[in-house]
């Protein structure tokens, strides 16, 4: 089965989020299930530097008139891992004027939407739809598989093209929809009349993330919970209508952990490795990271983190607002993340505060990120909604054990921990519900409680740490999504 997979991110070469996580870890972890996985992605400078042994598949303009050349080489993989060097097939839309610029893939350097963002992701999708339609005679996508907005045209343009090749498409995050002004819409090269309710309009604006929803055969999403939570307006962004009339195709598929480049055994980031077996280990983690951050290097400290973009989706101010009883009870707190100002800011007073107490990092870092989750012991995850979320899942995998909102993926990777589940060796972390300041100041209490309790919090790590978050399971049912569209039940 041959696939093509569009993201605007791939996990090592460019990442601003878990999007690139997944698109970086599906292609390997579809290969032993027969799945050739290629990747097309957008070229900005990242992709085209971590692109091997370049050629020059073909070269055409977009329906615009921009000049594009499609380029075929060879994905750089994850330094470290046993694939390391293997490098899968995979194709990049070189335009210097779409994709060579300053700033990030998706902002300019003073963090406004680039204003062509239309047009650089639209190009993507169009190539994506071209090379279903054998552009490349060497090789031909039995089906295309889109993530997120940024591919979110890309069965919009097959089916403008009349093409058979089927299309699923897969919401990683409903929040961000691609919205563009009407005008934006004439030249990329779609019918007039689809601009309409029955279409990719969304109130009078142009919709990449509804059209996406609307034109694929297949939807999926990354959880269960989340597949379910989107149908309601609470969490629908004002598609969970369209998502209602969907939902015989939508389906939930958790993501995995992609275990070249998270786990604790052979993380090359950790001063010492660690597993299951040797959580000892870990104190030296904790004392190397405690003194790298300027925190008191005290073990008997519970260290308190944060791996996060700093937005209003990850329900930080909870955090924040928690802080300082945080601190007062006897525990620290080190948060990395970068994002919204407004944040930002108030981590950076928070942490001139209580020095010795808590520390900000205003970065993105991998590294670090890696150090803290074996390092850290709880990973604070209090998000108002939650599509999968993966820092949970690596503090799951590191022993850093979670602190997490009862919603979306958060729900449907950790168990909370009471009595049952501990008699039972069932949890795996403590999970409050409702978005409110005293639920989660109970919550940094319950765990408190339990960092007091060593050998339940030693069951606790280890029940996350064997728990199978692997992407074998996820892979498998991808595939049988893909079957199923190829037997023409589409
Ligand atoms: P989202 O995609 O909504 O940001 P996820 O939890 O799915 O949330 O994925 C976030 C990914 O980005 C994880 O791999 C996490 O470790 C990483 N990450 C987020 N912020 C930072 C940061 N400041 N430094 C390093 N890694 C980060
Ligand atoms: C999105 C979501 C996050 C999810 C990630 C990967 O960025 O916000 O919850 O884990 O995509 O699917």
């Given amino acids: 089965m041959q696939i093509l997979q569009v993201s605007a991110e791939y996990f090592p070469l460019l990442k601003t989020g878990g999007l690139a996580d997944v698109a970086g870890a599906l292609p390997q972890a579809l290969l032993p299930l027969g799945c050739e996985v290629r990747p097309l992605l957008p070229g900005f400078a990242a992709m085209l530097d971590g692109l091997d042994e370049p050629v020059e598949v073909g070269r055409c303009l977009t329906p615009w008139g921009q000049p594009l050349r499609l380029l075929r080489g060879r994905l750089r993989e994850p330094a470290g891992g046993p694939q390391a060097g293997a490098g899968i097939p995979a194709y990049v839309v070189d335009s210097a004027e779409l994709y060579l610029r300053p700033g990030g893939p998706y902002e300019t350097p003073d963090r406004q939407p680039h204003a062509d963002n239309h047009r650089r992701f639209a190009a993507l999708c169009w190539v994506a739809a071209r090379l279903a339609e054998g552009f490349d005679p060497s090789w031909r996508p039995d089906l295309v598989h889109g993530h997120d907005w940024h591919a979110g045209l890309v069965p919009a343009y097959l089916a403008a093209a009349g093409s058979r090749v089927p299309c699923l498409f897969t919401v990683h995050n409903l929040a961000y929809q691609g919205l563009f002004p009407h005008a934006d819409y004439a030249g990329l090269g779609l019918p007039a009349h689809w601009f309409q309710l029955e279409g990719l309009e969304f109130y009078g604006q142009l919709s990449f993330m509804k059209a996406g929803l609307y034109y694929a055969d297949r939807l999926s999403t990354v959880s269960p919970s989340y597949a379910r939570e989107i149908q309601s307006p609470e969490f629908g962004c004002g598609l969970d209508g369209l998502l209602r009339q969907r939902q015989a195709v939508l389906s939930g598929i958790l993501n995995g952990i992609d275990d070249r480049v998270w786990n604790p055994l052979h993380d090359p980031h950790l001063p010492v490795n660690y597993g299951s077996d040797s959580l000892e280990l870990r104190a030296g983690n904790k004392a190397a990271l405690q003194a790298e951050l300027g925190l008191e290097v005290r073990p008997e400290l519970a260290l308190f983190t944060v791996v996060s973009r700093l937005t209003e989706q990850k329900g930080l101010p909870l955090v924040l607002a928690g802080c300082d009883a945080l601190v007062r009870q006897g525990a620290q707190l080190l948060v990395l993340g970068s994002g919204d100002r407004a944040l930002e800011a108030a981590f950076a007073a928070k942490a001139a505060q209580h020095p010795g107490r808590v520390a ?131």
Avoid: K, N
């Fill in 360 to 490: 900000v990092r205003l970065a993105y870092d991998e590294a670090l990120s890696h150090r803290i989750f074996g390092g850290g012991d709880v990973t604070l995850v209090p998000s108002r909604f939650e599509p999968c979320g993966l820092t949970q899942i690596y503090g799951l995998a590191y022993g850093c054990l979670p602190l997490v909102r009862r919603v979306g993926g958060l729900a449907d990777t950790v168990t909370d921990a009471d009595l049952i589940t501990l008699d039972e060796g069932r949890a795996s972390g403590v999970v409050f519900d409702r978005m409110e300041q005293g639920d989660f100041d109970q919550a940094v209490r319950r765990m408190l409680a339990l960092y007091r309790r060593p050998a339940d919090w030693r069951q606790v790590q280890q029940t996350g740490m064997r728990q199978p978050l692997h992407w074998g399971d996820a892979a498998a049912r991808y595939q049988a999504l893909y079957r199923a569209m190829l037997v023409g039940d589409r």
